[in-house]
Every structure is written in structure tokens, then in C-alpha cells.
């Protein structure tokens, strides 16, 4: 399938190449280049702050302070009180260092630190330090810079950053030290991954892609590293059902989970896969719980499980296996866990099915796994930190050590099978005990209604994600897992 341009997502490295064909095979001379970026972000800035009357703005010795120059010099004749700021040593050549100079022609350029007390007094400070190329925790006067901008943000200044925020790495989405925090950030030519994932999310704000003019020919054959997931996808792989359908086109799921104190995860679980379109649902949970679960959702089948053979009738009967909320840690959840397991039947595992994986690892290609960072990193071996420092890499690792389909959820979900893919929906306010048990259940109905195993995890990751934004419509604080469940309905019949 072809990936449209906005929505392929580029290495540090090839955002470097995709430069190097506009100028030296398109033609597009690299001022010319330099220019336009800085029109599109001061375009930008405009629409969002039209009020703007001051700016400051921060340049680094690369071309990422070049872009900043010539933004200081599109804001000046737009009527603005303009300062800047170099950082580092002053470009010596190329399209910067003529940035530079012809910037100098109209105003002049003061030490960072003196200026970084000002950044209180303006309306706008522009982030010109580092471009893709940097990937080191920023020391000395840069990090000073970086904590200036920031603390000026707290108190009110609006933060633009050209091309990405300093001090994020743009392979990774990581900010291995302090990191400029971005109100909007207006990025060129190729979008960089880690703008869309970890602390990317949260540090560039709004994101703006602008491809800057530059003929699409430039992507032919360089694969991107990611996608990002489109909305329209959903009406793709679930159109409208035939006329005549009955439930038992629609599959049939099996929630194994419920420990004792632990079945409202897998209620949650149930309540997501029939809100997605599942035909039937079961659960399987201890006895104790079915009485209750059956009265909190009488249109799922609950089962109480005590024992190996039960389940196996069950299991029988089901299209797909979703183990793993509430599931606990006993030996009942020991003993249920190894028959889904064995099964043979498709599985979307998560919780603490995880956990079980973990301490007795296999590999199979016909299940989804669906961790958060810190059951990654048990899957892993390794510290949350390590996950959270290269997401990419972690995914990767984890598909090849257990196969299947990766959902690796976080801030900028990433989905990993043949492709991967990056989901750009979802809010703060998802950040809630459940939301996982309810994504288990979405990816599971739609396994149950026949879509390939990436397909479902993809669809079910946007579905999720676009529940919990239409959710949050009166607020993310305090939105429950039952808001976004009961706002599936409209985002599965799009």
C-alpha cells in the first residue's frame, strides 16, 4: 500500500538524504530551501498567535539557526520587535552562515545568556539550537538555554521550534536531558519519527508538516521507518455489513480473566469487544464472579472456570482468545493461561499474561501482544527506561524474540508487524487503570471479525485512540474507561 508523504515517518539519517536529493537532484538551491522553511514556520506562528508583537529568537551554529535568522527576518518586516541569539560557534559557510550575514545587515546578534533573563518579556521565542543531527543530552550554556525557554513558557511566552525541539532525539523520541517544550513545531521536508512517539508527544506540542515545495519524486525508494496511522484507515477494513448478516459472521471472543478482585478488568475487556462488533462474547472468570458479571453486562456469556476441562469447552467455541485482564498471578491463572495458550487458536495477550510470557518465554506468529512499557521491558529483560529510550528498538526486539503482531502502547502507540506504524491519536486523559483491558477487547472483536492480525491491531490501536479523544470531549481529567467504551460505537461505524 502506498504511504502518503505527511504521513511517512524518516531516521535522522534519511531526512538528511531526502535534503540532499531535493538540492542535488530536484535543484532547489539549499538557501532556497532555508528560506521556504522559514516562511512555512513564521506562516505558521502567525495563524496560531496572530497577536505576536515580540520575539526572540535562538540560533544554534547549524542550519536549524540558519531556518531561525531567517524567521527573525520575516518577523521583522512583519512589524515585530525582533531579537536574536547565536549559540556556539558562528557558521563559516554555506546557507547558514549567509543567513547569518544577511540578518546582521538588518539588526544585530546578542550573547544567549544575556538574553536568556529577557525571554519573560516577549510574546514568542523561537527554538533555533539543534537540528535532527543532534542526539546528546545538551550541556553547559545549551542546557541553561533550554531550561531558560522552558521556564518562560511556564510563566506564559509561547515556544515555536523549527523543525523539531531541542534536545529530542529525532530517531528515537527520547530527551536523553533537559529539552526545549514546545508549543508548535513546524517540521520540513520528511517527518521525523520521534516527533510522533515517547517524549516527542509531549515536548513538540502542535505539529506542523510543511513539505516545502519540494517534488514528491524525492521519496522514491528510500522506505520510511514508520507511518503514521490514518483515521480513514477504520472505513477501509470495516465497511458497511451485509444486509443479511447474523452473529455468527462476526466471530465469537473469550475474555480469559478475573481473578478473584480483579473481574472488573475483564467486564471492561467483555464490554469494549461487544461494543466493537464482536457476535458473541464470552468470559471466563472464577466462579465467584460469574453471578455479577452476567448482571453488570447480560450480553456477554459469563462462565465460571474452576478448572482446566471447563475452559476447553470454551475454548472450542471461540474465534479468538483475549487473555490476560484481571487474569492475576495464582495458580488459577497459572492453569488457565497454559490452556489458552496451547489452544491453537488466535490470542491478543496482555496484563498479566505478559508477565507469565516473561517468565516463560515462546514465540508464535499467531498472536498480538499488547505491553506497556514497563511489561516490555519485563518481556525484554531490561529497565522501563531502556524501553522508553528507543521505543523503535524495543518493538523490533520484542517481535523477534516472540513473533505475532507488537502493540507496544504509550504515548504514541507504536504497531509493529510487517510495517510499523505510529498512532497520532489518544490524550493524557486515557492515562487510567482499564484503558488496556478495553484496547485487549477492541483488538479482540475485530480479530473475531476476520481482519488479519496487523490489520486488527492497527485498526484497534485508531479505534481506541479515537474513542478516548471523542471521550475527552468534556475533559481528559477524569475521564473513565467506561466513557471511551461507550463512545465506540460511533468511531467502529465510520
Known amino acids: 500500500m502506498t504511504v502518503d508523504i505527511a504521513r511517512r515517518l524518516y531516521s535522522a539519517a534519511q531526512s538528511r538524504e531526502l535534503d540532499r536529493r531535493a538540492i542535488e537532484e530536484q535543484g532547489i538551491a539549499g538557501d532556497t530551501l532555508m528560506q521556504r522553511a522559514a516562511g512555512a514556520a513564521w506562516r505558521a506562528a502567525r495563524a496560531r498567535w496572530p497577536q505576536t508583537r515580540s520575539i526572540a529568537v535562538v540560533c544554534g551554529p547549524g542550519n ?37 550575514r544577511a540578518w546582521l545587515r538588518e539588526g544585530v546578534i546578542e550573547d544567549a545568556a544575556a538574553l536568556a533573563p529577557d525571554f519573560l518579556n516577549v510574546d514568542l521565542i523561537v527554538d533555533g539550537l539543534f537540528g535532527s543531527g543532534f542526539a546528546r543530552a545538551p550541556e553547559g550554556m545549551a542546557r541553561t538555554l533550554i531550561e531558560a525557554i522552558n521556564a518562560a513558557r511556564a510563566r506564559g511566552a509561547n515556544v515555536l521550534a523549527l523543525d523539531l525541539p531541542s534536545g529530542l532525539h529525532a530517531d528515537t523520541g527520547a530527551a536523553p536531558g533537559a529539552a526545549v517544550r514546545a508549543d508548535l513545531t513546524v517540521t520540513f521536508i520528511g517527518r521525523k519519527f520521534g516527533l510522533h512517539t515517547g517524549a516527542g ?21 528510500l522506505e520510511p521507518v514508520a507511518e503514521l496511522l490514518d483515521a480513514a484507515e477504520l472505513a477501509r477494513v ?10 455468527g459472521d ?84 497459572r492453569t488457565v493461561s497454559e490452556a489458552a495458550l496451547e489452544a491453537g487458536k488466535p490470542l491478543v495477550v496482555d496484563a498479566d499474561a505478559l508477565n507469565g510470557l516473561a517468565r516463560q518465554p515462546r ?34 526486539a520484542l517481535r523477534e524474540r516472540y513473533g505475532g503482531t507488537i502493540v507496544l502502547k504509550g504515548a504514541g502507540t507504536l504497531v509493529l508487524g510487517e510495517r510499523l506504524a505510529v498512532c497520532p491519536y489518544g490524550n493524557p486523559g486515557m492515562a487510567t487503570g482499564g484503558m488496556g483491558d478495553a484496547l485487549t477487547g477492541v483488538i479482540a472483536a475485530l480479530v473475531a471479525q476476520k481482519l488479519p ?42
Open 363 to 396: 514465540r508464535r506468529e499467531d498472536w498480538i501482544l499488547t505491553p506497556h512499557p514497563g511489561e516490555a521491558a519485563r518481556l525484554l529483560g531490561v529497565s522501563t527506561a531502556v524501553v522508553q529510550a528507543d521505543r523503535r528498538a524495543a518493538a523490533r
Open 453 to 494: 492480525l496487523e490489520s486488527a491491531a492497527r485498526a484497534g490501536v485508531l479505534a481506541h485512540a479515537r474513542a478516548g479523544d471523542r471521550a475527552a470531549s468534556e475533559g481528559e481529567r477524569g475521564l473513565l474507561v467506561s466513557d471511551l467504551i461507550g463512545a465506540l460505537r460511533a468511531i467502529v461505524n465510520p
Open 238 to 247: 470495516l465497511p458497511r455489513r451485509a444486509r443479511d448478516a447474523h452473529k
Open 201 to 221: 508527544v509531549a515536548l513538540c506540542g502542535e505539529i506542523v508538516f510543511d513539505a516545502l515545495g519540494v517534488p514528491a519524486a524525492i521519496h522514491e525508494n
Open 64 to 100: 536549524n539557526g540558519g531556518d531561525g535568522y531567517e524567521v527573525a527576518r520575516l518577523a521583522r518586516a512583519d512589524g515585530c520587535q525582533v531579537r536574536v541569539a547565536a549559540y556556539g560557534s558562528a557558521p563559516q559557510r554555506g546557507e547558514a552562515a549567509a543567513a547569518r
Open 250 to 333: 462476526h466471530g465469537h471472543v473469550l475474555v480469559v480473566g478475573g481473578e478473584v478482585g480483579l473481574c472488573g478488568a475483564a467486564l471492561l475487556c467483555a464490554r469494549a469487544a461487544l461494543r466493537s462488533g464482536a457476535g458473541l462474547v464470552s468470559v471466563a472468570t472464577r466462579a465467584a464472579h460469574a453471578a455479577a458479571l452476567t448482571a453488570a453486562q447480560p450480553e456477554a456469556m459469563v462462565h465460571g472456570v474452576e478448572s482446566r476441562s471447563e475452559l476447553a469447552a470454551l475454548i472450542e467455541r471461540a474465534s479468538v482468545i483475549a487473555l490476560g485482564p484481571g487474569l492475576g498471578q495464582s495458580e488459577w491463572s
